[in-house]
């Protein structure tokens, strides 16, 4: 029985390309107590291996978290299997605002100590006691209220490129960065001002909310199904848009268009961009943003070292590699002393 992904990535992205089926991007996420996450998540990797799901799935005792392709024919058989899992039936399901087959090139399900990292330790804290969730409607309404703060709950790479107009914009890396830093800062707010809170789907606001439930704020609310949802719901009903800029997107796309506005600059030469690429090094592989004049002259990285190496053969590449272990460069997403224009 195979409960494991058998392809590479290349050998994924050319089946794709001979299928010549449209695939959708979905993502969905859903906080719930799971006894077994490891015989749950070997159920989900052979009924969507089936399926021919692609994407990235976290399970946890506290629930599921998914990012994942599926060609557009088996939407059906897909959406069957959730509603007949009782803590996923009607589940909500964000669709990606701009599709692309290959968002995602092999099945990855993995059990995880939490769905979101939040780096809390506290067992006295509820996840489901969340805040009210609001439409995009309410949601516009209530971020022009002047006793209203909101604040971003993603990560300093994701705020760069795309946000609401005058929301908190924490400069952090990581969601569990976040969380203190935001209390600290609204400390003397928790009773007389309203708490407003964005992210990428809603998960991230959905554990942030309840956390600061939790930590005494009285008024807590957290935008329904997130940027993604908000945008869907702005063009179905014809509502003011009041987020500018690209949406980023934890998939190859790196990022859905959602205004015509670019807010960010090239990291290399400062120009308006807002294209994330990784650098091509294998060695480094940063996130950074990239114009295409600076690709074109840094060879696709981030930097003279990395571009030096990059031009090398192949074997002598992996020779300088092994060994050295590059994870904090990774994950320091668009933080290097290479990157002269980093805001």
Known sequence: ??????????????????????????????????????????????????????????????????????PAENFGAFKAHLDSISFLENVR???????????????????????????????????????????????????????????????????????????????????????????????????????VMYCTGGIRCEKASAYYKHKGFKNVYQLEGGIIEYTRQVQNRNLENKFLGKNFVFDHRRGERITNDVIANCHQCGQACDTHVNCANEACHLLFIQCEDCAKAMNNCCSVECKEIHELPYEEQKKLRKGKVVSNKIFKKGRSEVLKYKK
């Not at 992904?5 to 994924?12: D, F, G, W, Y």
Request: no cysteine.
């Open 1 to 70: 029985m195979q409960l494991y992904n058998t392809l590479s990535a290349k050998e994924r992205e050319a089946l794709i390309e001979e299928a010549g089926q449209e695939r959708l991007t979905i993502s969905f996420y859903k906080y719930a107590r799971i006894g077994n996450p490891s015989i749950f998540r070997n159920h989900l990797f052979i009924h969507w291996n089936e399926l021919d799901v692609l994407g990235r799935i976290y399970v946890a005792h506290e629930g599921i978290n998914a990012q994942l392709s599926v």
């Open 93 to 195: 399901l964000n669709i990606a605002i701009e599709q692309d087959n290959k968002s995602f090139l092999k099945l990855k399900v993995k059990v995880r100590r939490k769905i979101v990292a939040d780096g809390l330790n506290d067992e006295t804290f509820d996840v489901t006691n969340k805040g009210v969730h609001v439409d995009a409607e309410k949601f516009n309404e209530l971020i022009e209220d002047s006793d209203t703060i909101l604040v971003d709950m993603r990560n300093h790479y994701e705020s760069e490129i795309g946000h609401f107009k005058n929301a908190i914009t924490p400069d952090v890396d990581t969601f569990r960065d976040s969380l203190d830093i935001i209390e600290k800062d609204l400390a003397a707010h928790k009773e007389d001002k309203k708490l």
